[in-house]
């Protein structure tokens, strides 16, 4: 396969008043084309700010990234990007969500708004408005509104952390059936140890103050993963392991970062 996204960054800072605070730095990764990288870390690490730079969302750093030999200065549709919150349109229809600026009316628009529909499991409810769905199923619209614009990569922020766990874990399947379909890359930011297991084939975990990457795990656990497997625990282990090492220990073992 040839290298899909590659990322160095050697600082990433913001000014606050007259201080300058180094948020990222020294960060060096490679993914490949049709892996899915969590990333994890402690809170004020960079996570998302590592996502938004590669999303081209900001450009305000010393480093580059590269998408299939292309660098990245600014936001385009290869690089799609899933918010936290779903951000639909309140006052259009799922369909008319997931194609937003596309035209309905045009028998390929169709044909492709009909497959998203499809692929995130959202047969029945075209003509609902997010007011009428929940938010798994928001959440669902608006991956399948990136989708529809075939991203080279596709980057998730925290997507299912406003969510109950119930919803979190039924959303995480879906997301895996859409990876193993659409063979996309994927980079997902979370908070949780078990998600970044369960989904992720590379696990980037990132130490805060400066953030910095503190260790790549190659998870090497087949799919459909289960997370009472003593494979999967032991995998769960090296990452509270690292955290350790990083002075984090202050989080409750089982309740995420």
């Given at each position: 396969m040839s290298l899909s996204v590659q990322i160095h960054v050697d600082e990433k800072a913001f000014q606050i008043d007259a201080t300058k605070k180094v948020v990222l730095k020294e960060i060096e990764l490679v993914i490949k084309e049709g892996d899915f990288l969590t990333v994890i870390g402690p809170s004020g690490c960079g996570k998302s700010t590592l996502l938004k730079i590669i999303a081209g969302l900001d450009s305000e750093y010393r480093g580059v990234?590269?998408?299939?030999?292309?660098?990245?200065?600014?936001?385009?549709?290869?690089?799609?990007?899933?918010?936290?919150?779903?951000?639909?349109?309140?006052?259009?229809?799922?369909?008319?969500?997931?194609a937003t600026d596309l035209n309905l009316k045009d028998s390929n628009v169709r044909q492709k708004v009909d497959e998203m529909i499809e692929i995130v499991r959202l047969k029945g409810y075209e003509k609902a408005y997010p007011s009428e769905i929940s938010g798994g199923m928001s959440q669902r619209v608006a991956i399948a509104r990136a989708l529809i614009r075939d991203p080279e990569v596709l980057l998730l922020d925290e997507p299912f952390g406003a969510l109950d766990a119930f919803?979190?874990?039924?959303?995480?399947?879906?997301?895996?059936?859409?990876?193993?379909?659409k063979k996309i890359t994927m980079v997902l930011v979370t908070h949780d140890?078990?998600?970044?297991?369960?989904?992720?084939?590379?696990?980037?975990?990132?130490?805060?103050?400066?953030?910095?990457?503190?260790?790549?795990?190659?998870?090497?656990?087949?799919?459909?993963?289960?997370?009472?497997?003593?494979?999967?625990?032991?995998?769960?282990?090296?990452?509270?392991?690292?955290?350790?090492?990083?002075?984090?220990?202050n989080f409750k073992d089982g309740e995420g970062i």
């Open positions: 990234v590269d998408i299939n030999g292309r660098q990245i200065t600014k936001p385009a549709i290869t690089q799609g990007f899933i918010f936290q919150e779903h951000r639909l349109f309140p006052w259009l229809t799922v369909e008319e969500n997931i919803t979190r874990q039924h959303l995480q399947d879906v997301l895996i059936d859409i990876w193993q379909k140890i078990d998600e970044s297991i369960y989904l992720g084939t590379d696990i980037a975990i990132l130490r805060a103050n400066p953030g910095q990457l503190q260790k790549l795990i190659h998870v090497g656990l087949a799919y459909p993963r289960s997370r009472t497997d003593s494979s999967f625990q032991y995998i769960r282990q090296q990452v509270l392991k690292e955290f350790e090492k990083t002075d984090t220990a």
